[in-house]
C-alpha cells in the first residue's frame, strides 16, 4: 500500500550526506540523515539511480528518521531506460518495487522519481514502458520526469494523456529557459491528481553559453527572496487537500539546497500554510 497522504506539503532536498556547511562541526557520516530529518521532512534518494541499495540499508534509513518523514527513490536506470527485452524490464522493476518494502512497512515511502534520460525518446516502445511502470509498480505513487524534448515539445499531449491514464505524475520544474537548455518544456498540470512532484534545480541565467556552463551555473544557484516567492506561488497553485505535494531543491552547489529549502518552507508557513 502507498504511503501517500493528501494534503501534506513536505520540502527538502536531493541527498543528504554533500550538503557543506548545513552539519555542525563533528557530525560524523552516519549520523547526517539523522539531523538532517530533525530539519527537513523528505529527501530524494538519488544514489538508487546508480547502484542497488540493499532493502536493509533502507531498514536502517527508516530506523534513523522520525515518524512523518519521507523517503522518495529515484528509481535504478536499468528500470528508467528500457531494455529491448520487455520481460527482463518487468523482472527489473518488480525488484525496483519490492526493495523499498521496509520503507513501506515503516510509513516513510513517499513514491518512486523515475527519469527517462535524454536517450529514451518518444516512441510507441517507450510509451509502452510507461505502462510497465505502472503494472510493476502497483499503487505506489510515481513521478516521470523527461529529459527528451520531444516527450513534452513535438509529442505533448499525447504524453500528458499517457500519464493521466496511469495515474503518473509529471515532475513540475523549474526551467524558466528549457529551450535554450535543451531541455523539454515544463508542465504546469498536475497528470496525477494525487501527487504533485516539484523538481527545483536552479535558474537557468547564463544567456548563451555551452550547456556544461550552463548545468554548472544552474547549481550555483541562490534563490533571491523574490523566486523563492514564485515557487511558493507555484507550489500552492498546485496543492488541495487530495493532493500529496513533494518539493525536492537540487542546486547541487555547497548549502543551496538546505537553505532553499528551509527558506520556502518558511515563506509556505508565513502563508498560513503549514509544510513539513
Known amino acids: 500500500m502507498s504511503s501517500i497522504e493528501a494534503g501534506q506539503i513536505r520540502v527538502g532536498t536531493a541527498n543528504w550526506s554533500d550538503h557543506t556547511g548545513f552539519y555542525p562541526r563533528g557530525t560524523k557520516s552516519g549520523e547526517r540523515l539523522t539531523y538532517y530529518a530533525s530539519r527537513l521532512g523528505v529527501v530524494e534518494v ?22 512523518g518523514f519521507r523517503f522518495l527513490v529515484k528509481a535504478h536506470r536499468a528500470v528508467a531506460n528500457p531494455p529491448r527485452d520487455v520481460g527482463l524490464a518487468a523482472e527489473y522493476i518488480k525488484n525496483q518495487y519490492k526493495g523499498v518494502q521496509s520503507l513501506r512497512e515503516a510509513g516513510k515511502f513517499g513514491g518512486f522519481l523515475v527519469q527517462l534520460g535524454a536517450n529514451v525518446r518518444p516512441r510507441p516502445e517507450t510509451f509502452e514502458h510507461l505502462s510497465s511502470l505502472r503494472d510493476g509498480l502497483g499503487d505506489d505513487p510515481v513521478a516521470i520526469e523527461f529529459r527528451h524534448p520531444g516527450w513534452l515539445d513535438d509529442r505533448r499531449e499525447e504524453t500528458l494523456d499517457r500519464l493521466r491514464t496511469l495515474r503518473l505524475a509529471a515532475v513540475i520544474a523549474d526551467e524558466p529557459n528549457a529551450a535554450a537548455a535543451g531541455l523539454p518544456e515544463p508542465v504546469d498540470e498536475l497528470t496525477a491528481p494525487a501527487l504533485a512532484y516539484h523538481r527545483f534545480m536552479g535558474r537557468d541565467v547564463a544567456g548563451e553559453v555551452s550547456a556544461r556552463e550552463r548545468r554548472a ?25 487530495g493532493t500529496a505535494s ?12 538546505v537553505e532553499a529549502a528551509i527558506r520556502l518552507r518558511a515563506e509556505l508557513e508565513g502563508r498560513g500554510i503549514a509544510a513539513s
Open 217 to 241: 551555473l544552474r547549481a550555483e544557484h541562490v534563490y533571491t527572496a523574490k523566486e523563492i516567492a514564485e515557487l511558493a506561488d507555484v507550489v500552492t497553485a498546485r496543492h488541495g487537500p
Open 246 to 257: 513533494y518539493v525536492i531543491f537540487f542546486n547541487k552547489t555547497g548549502p543551496n539546497r
Open 46 to 67: 538519488n544514489a538508487s539511480f546508480y547502484r542497488r541499495i540493499d532493502p536493509l540499508v533502507y531498514a536502517q534509513w527508516a530506523e534513523q528518521t522520525p515518524d
